[in-house]
């Protein structure tokens, strides 16, 4: 199987916590600070979404968990 399954759990699990922590922040934000490519973000939070994360994201692409 392609990549390590606890490695994007726990990137999904910090992406959440950075999201909670700084509403508004960007995917250019997030890709940075957990070392990935932007189009790993964008990927992750689809798979969020799947999950049933509720997500929004803002005019400006500032993203926010919606309670």
Known sequence: MFGDKQAKRERLAKLVDLVQQRPGISQAELARKLNVNRSTIF??????????????QDDNGGLY???
Not at 48 to 54: D, I
Request: net charge negative.
């Open 43 to 56: 990927k992750d939070l689809v798979t969020l979404s799947e999950l049933g994360v509720r997500l929004s």
């Open 65 to 67: 968990i919606l309670d």
